[in-house]
């Protein structure tokens, strides 16, 4: 419930148009605005607070911190949609939703590392392949660098933005990948499947072929939403349309953007 009262808080106060500073109303009439105990209104300035949006001051009450949007981000969490959740507390749909975000990154993401790759970025994917490799020979879990693959293809686009935001998800995301490479993974050839996905959009990036490389992510993170045993439908579009004319033209566009850097 906090986690439905902190986002409803945090539109109330772009709503209003609250600047950095504002004092917020007092809990008496929180509670009454959004129909919810102290209790709940207290945890969901907590979770603003943590986020950066919102500040407390002892005895004198919340503060704005920061306009909504320019706090720190974070994933949206605990049944905010108040969809079904999983025993971590995590609906199905929310972690689809997760999953469109890293589409829309790792993808794009693989095709720049395609077309700005140095040797030694190639090598340090290399590196992180050889030891899933090696796990896979082991049974050994390898989810760790399975993140550092990905972070290293990040790396290898040359902004560290997109580094740093893959980084993130990978914190974020880490235990989404462990099913894949713990004991049952293994022995289910989960985890086999996986390191084929990440060999194939190694190969890509090496050949400089970005829109293979984009096509790689693409099968790689519908992989993952089969592995998880996700709704599939809201991927078959993107799976089926990923080598359409508009990708092509979205690879040539940015290829000649690239010559001209």
Known sequence: MSVVVAGQLETWISEQGLKAGALLPTERVLCERFGVSRAVIREAISRLKADGCVMTRQGSGAYVAARPGQGTFRLLRGGANGEGETDSGVSDREISDIFELRYLVEAGAAELAALRRSPQELER?????????????????????????????????????????????????????????????????????????????????????????????????????????????????????????????????????????
């Open 125 to 261: 994917m290399r590196a992180a392949l050889e030891r899933m490799a090696a796990a896979l020979e082991t049974g050994a879990d390898a989810h760790t660098d399975d993140d550092a693959f990905h972070v290293a293809v990040a790396a290898a686009t040359h902004n560290p933005q997109i580094e740093r935001f893959q980084a993130f998800m990978g914190q974020q995301f880490s235990d989404s990948r462990a099913p894949t490479w713990n004991e049952a993974g293994h022995r289910a050839g989960l985890a086999r499947d996986s390191q084929a996905e990440h060999v194939r959009i190694f190969e890509a990036i090496a050949a400089g072929d970005g829109a293979a490389a984009r096509a790689a992510a693409t099968e790689h993170l519908a992989g993952a939403v089969r592995r998880l045993g996700l709704d599939e439908r809201r991927w078959g579009e993107v799976v089926a349309t990923k080598g359409g004319g508009a990708a092509d033209a979205r690879h040539e566009e940015l290829h000649r953007l690239e010559e001209g850097r």
